[in-house]
C-alpha cells in the first residue's frame, strides 16, 4: 500500500517532467483513440472533437473506439504509441487514478501516459431499471431482496463503479457489480431489466428514457443537483456523500511526448473548447466544460487519485 501511495501522490511531478523539443506536428492524420465503446456521451464528444481539431489543424483526426478494462485498454494502446503527438487517446482519468490500485495494468500511469488537456468533468447518474420499483436510492436499496442487487457500470475501475462500491460498503446491502465496456449495451440492457441499478454518465440517451419513464433517476454524483433533474437528489443528499462523485475527461498522449508538443495540441484543443457552440453541446447534456495547461490538468489528476485512493483504502 505504501507503494501504491508514492505511485499515486507523484503524478503531478512525474507527469510534468519537461521533456526534449519537438518535431514538426502535424505532419500526417491524427490518431485519436477513445476508451469507450461507440453510442455513449464519451464517443459523441470524443467525434465532435475529433471534427473541430481537425477543421483548426489541417489533417484528419480519425477517431478509435478501444473499449474495454474501464479504460485501460486504451491506455496500453496509447503508452505503446510513438510519442511524436500524432496518436492521443480521449479518456477519464481513472484508468491512471483508479485502476492500477485494483490490478496489475500493462502500461506505468506515471512514465508512459502524459495528460494533455483537461476536457470537461461529467456528473454520474445513477438509475433504477424495470426489475427494481424505486423513486430515490434510498428506497431502491431498501427494496433489496436477500439476493442483494445487480449493479452495473462502464467497467471496473470507472467512476460509476466507485460510487457503487461506496454506496455497498456505507449501505451494508449486498450489491454484485456488473461490468460493461459503456456504451448502448448497457443501455440496452438496463431497458431489458437485466439488472437492477446503473451508474451512467448524463447524457441526452439516459435523459430521453428517464422523461420517457423507462428509467427511474435515483441520484447524481455532482457538486449540486442538476438544473434539468431538480426533484433528484444528489449522492451526498441521498446520505452517501463518499459516493458523490463525478468523472473527469481530458486527452493524453503517450509518455514520452515533448513538453512543447504538448503545450502545442493543448492550445489547438483548448481553442476548439472556446467555441461558443462546443461549450453549448458540452453543458447541454450537463458536461462541465474544462480548459487546463498540461500542467494544470496533471496536478487535478494527482489530487483525484489522493481522493480514489482514500476512498478505496476504507
Known amino acids: 500500500m505504501a507503494a501504491r501511495r508514492r ?3 507523484g503524478t503531478a511531478a512525474a507527469l510534468c517532467m519537461p521533456a526534449l523539443a519537438s518535431t514538426s506536428w502535424p505532419n500526417r492524420p491524427l490518431r485519436l483513440l477513445v476508451a469507450y465503446a461507440t453510442g455513449g456521451v464519451s464517443d459523441d464528444i470524443t467525434r465532435l472533437l475529433a471534427e473541430r481539431l481537425a477543421q483548426r489543424i489541417g489533417v484528419p483526426v ?3 473506439n478501444r473499449a474495454g478494462a474501464g479504460g485501460t485498454l486504451a491506455m496500453a494502446a496509447l503508452a505503446r504509441a510513438p510519442a511524436d503527438g500524432h496518436t492521443l487517446c480521449f479518456s477519464a482519468i481513472t484508468p491512471l487514478t483508479v485502476a492500477p490500485l485494483l490490478g496489475p495494468v500493462r502500461y506505468d ?3 508512459d501516459i502524459a495528460p494533455v488537456a483537461g476536457v470537461m468533468s461529467t456528473p454520474v447518474l445513477v438509475v433504477a431499471t424495470p426489475a427494481l420499483a424505486a423513486r430515490n436510492l434510498p428506497e431502491a436499496l431498501a427494496r433489496a431482496g436477500t439476493g442483494g442487487l445487480r449493479w452495473a457500470s462502464s ?9 457503487m462500491e461506496q454506496v455497498r460498503r456505507a449501505s451494508g446491502v449486498a450489491i454484485t457489480h456488473v461490468p460493461y465496456k459503456g456504451g448502448s449495451q448497457q443501455i440496452s440492457d438496463a431497458l431489458g431489466g437485466q439488472f437492477e441499478l446503473l451508474s ?3 447524457g441526452t440517451v439516459q435523459l430521453g428514457h428517464v422523461r420517457k419513464g423507462r428509467l427511474q433517476a435515483l441520484a447524481v454524483g455532482a457538486p449540486a443537483r442538476l438544473p434539468v433533474l431538480p426533484a433528484v437528489q444528489t449522492l451526498a443528499e441521498a446520505g452517501f456523500p463518499g459516493a458523490n462523485l463525478w468523472s473527469l475527461f481530458g486527452l493524453f498522449a503517450p509518455g514520452d511526448t515533448p513538453t512543447d508538443l504538448r503545450e502545442q495540441i493543448n ?3 483548448n481553442a476548439v473548447l472556446s467555441e461558443p457552440d462546443l461549450q ?4 447541454d447534456v450537463n458536461n462541465i466544460p ?4 498540461p500542467r494544470g490538468f496533471a496536478q487535478r489528476i494527482a489530487q483525484e487519485a489522493v481522493v480514489h485512493r482514500n476512498l478505496l483504502e476504507r
Request: hydrophobic share 45%.
Open 7 to 9: 505511485l499515486l501522490l
Open 62 to 64: 480519425v477517431v478509435e
Open 109 to 111: 500511469p506515471l512514465r
Open 155 to 163: 467497467g471496473l475501475g470507472t467512476t460509476g463503479h466507485l460510487v
Open 200 to 202: 451512467t454518465n448524463v
Open 267 to 269: 492550445a489547438e484543443v
Open 280 to 283: 453549448a453541446r458540452l453543458t
Open 290 to 293: 474544462m480548459q487546463d495547461s
